[in-house]
């Protein structure tokens, strides 16, 4: 069974950086997408970013990109979020997911805009970006 632990969320100010971590257990890396969503209250889970294991092909929502990267450690099985130049509009419950790559790659790609795609969550960490 997947289990997800997220880490590292706080409050920043406009500009800054966090890394936020998810350990994860109960399953070996191989073929898996494994991604990183937030939400706001009052809004759909949205994806921020998506790795596909088998290749370490990387995804990322338009509105992050060259601004965040996910990053994997197998070593310390733990899955990573850096994320810089942080802005207001990245406030957010940040959630970790897990699954498996049915399609690889570009299943992986998908799933970036459909959280059903994942079937183990973590319980999120909140980032909150103010002045």
């Known amino acids: 069974q997947m289990q997800l632990v997220e880490s590292g969320g706080g409050s920043v100010q406009p500009g800054g950086s966090l890394r936020l971590s998810c350990k994860y257990s109960g399953f070996t890396i191989s073929n898996n997408c494994m991604a990183w969503y937030r939400q706001v209250p009052g809004k759909e889970r949205e994806g921020v970013a998506v790795?596909?294991?088998?290749?370490?092909?990387?995804y990322y929502h338009d509105s992050v990109n060259g601004r965040f990267t996910i990053s994997l450690d197998k070593a310390k099985t733990t899955l990573f979020l850096d994320m810089s130049r942080l802005k207001p509009e990245d406030t957010a419950l940040y959630y970790c997911?897990?699954?498996?790559?049915?399609?690889?790659?570009?299943?992986?790609?998908?799933?970036?805009?459909?959280?059903?795609?994942?079937?183990?969550w973590g319980r999120g960490t909140q980032v909150t970006v103010s002045t």
């Open positions: 997911g897990a699954t498996v790559a049915l399609g690889g790659t570009y299943y992986c790609a998908r799933s970036l805009r459909a959280q059903s795609y994942y079937n183990s």
């Open positions: 790795l596909y294991t088998g290749a370490q092909d990387e």
